[in-house]
């Protein structure tokens, strides 16, 4: 195993609330916490987020297990790959986020914009976000997700770097659909002419409702 990239590949999961302000510098300490621990309701959707940074060079990261090559060429590579029970795997995504700038101009995470594959300047970081749900039919009362880290240089065999576990405590409770829960109600005020303006599309354009159906998504 080429000893450099496993000291030059950093990993941490984060909750789902972290705002990642893109080309921030993050302390050692930052860096580390490679296995993670959440519990969950029968039908509650989860979600976390997983930061990496690799020091070397530019790379290419990806989700595909083929031998996908960026534009710039064989630069070097690192492929992630998920690994759930066959319980919840229908249930459960990873994806790369993209980022854009925010009401105060700064370039933060934004999840309505996923990727599978996505090219990472040197040194940067760059985060995953990782979703899913614990069905209601589910027996499990503990659910380990693996994500593995591979690297590779070229047409060189890739080799795995890096072993992340997340914990998964299942109550055994059915979370009500909130569509039929009669004792539920939510007020939201939110004008979609504010999602034009934060991400800088003509009101009402095609890609203003892009925008909107995939923030009502999780409504």
Same mark, same amino acid.
């Given at each position: 195993?080429?000893?450099?990239?496993?000291?030059?590949?950093?990993?941490?999961?984060?909750?789902?609330?972290?705002?990642?302000?893109?080309?921030?510098?993050?302390?050692?300490?930052?860096?580390?916490?490679?296995?993670?621990?959440?519990?969950?309701?029968?039908?509650?959707?989860?979600?976390?987020?997983?930061?990496?940074?690799?020091?070397?060079?530019?790379?290419?990261?990806?989700?595909?297990?083929?031998?996908?090559?960026?534009?710039?060429?064989?630069?070097?590579?690192?492929?992630? %790959?998920? $690994? @759930?029970?066959?319980?919840?795997?229908?249930?459960? &995504?990873?994806?790369?986020?993209?980022?854009?700038?925010? /009401?105060?101009?700064?370039?933060?995470?934004?999840?309505?914009?996923?990727?599978?594959?996505?090219?990472?300047?040197?040194?940067?970081?760059?985060?995953?976000?990782?979703?899913?749900?614990?069905?209601?039919?589910?027996?499990?009362?503990?659910?380990?997700?693996?994500?593995?880290?591979?690297?590779?240089?070229?047409?060189?065999?890739?080799?795995?770097?890096?072993?992340? %576990?997340? $914990? @998964?405590?299942?109550?055994?409770?059915?979370?009500? &659909?909130?569509?039929?829960?009669?004792?539920?109600?939510? /007020?939201?005020?939110?004008?979609?002419?504010?999602?034009?303006?934060?991400?800088?599309?003509?009101?009402?354009?095609?890609?203003?409702?892009?925008?909107?159906?995939?923030?009502?998504?999780?409504?």
């Amino acid at each position: 195993m080429r000893s450099y990239l496993v000291k030059e590949l950093k990993a941490t999961f984060l909750d789902s609330t972290f705002k990642h302000v893109k080309y921030s510098n993050f302390p050692e300490s930052f860096w580390g916490n490679e296995d993670t621990k959440i519990t969950v309701s029968k039908e509650e959707k989860f979600a976390l987020q997983l930061m990496l940074n690799y020091a070397h060079t530019e790379t290419l990261y990806t989700l595909n297990r083929g031998n996908t090559i960026s534009w710039k060429g064989l630069i070097d590579r690192v492929r992630i %790959d998920l $690994k @759930v029970p066959d319980e919840i795997k229908e249930h459960c &995504d990873i994806s790369f986020v993209g980022y854009l700038k925010d /009401d105060t101009g700064e370039i933060v995470n934004a999840t309505i914009h996923i990727a599978k594959s996505v090219l990472v300047e040197q040194n940067i970081s760059q985060y995953l976000w990782i979703e899913g749900k614990v069905p209601e039919d589910c027996n499990l009362e503990d659910i380990d997700i693996k994500i593995d880290v591979f690297t590779q240089k070229g047409y060189e065999d890739e080799e795995k770097v890096k072993n992340l %576990d997340i $914990k @998964v405590n299942v109550i055994d409770f059915v979370l009500p &659909d909130p569509n039929t829960c009669d004792d539920f109600h939510l /007020d939201l005020w939110q004008h979609p002419s504010n999602w034009a303006r934060a991400y800088k599309v003509e009101l009402w354009s095609d890609p203003h409702f892009e925008i909107i159906e995939n923030n009502l998504r999780e409504l």
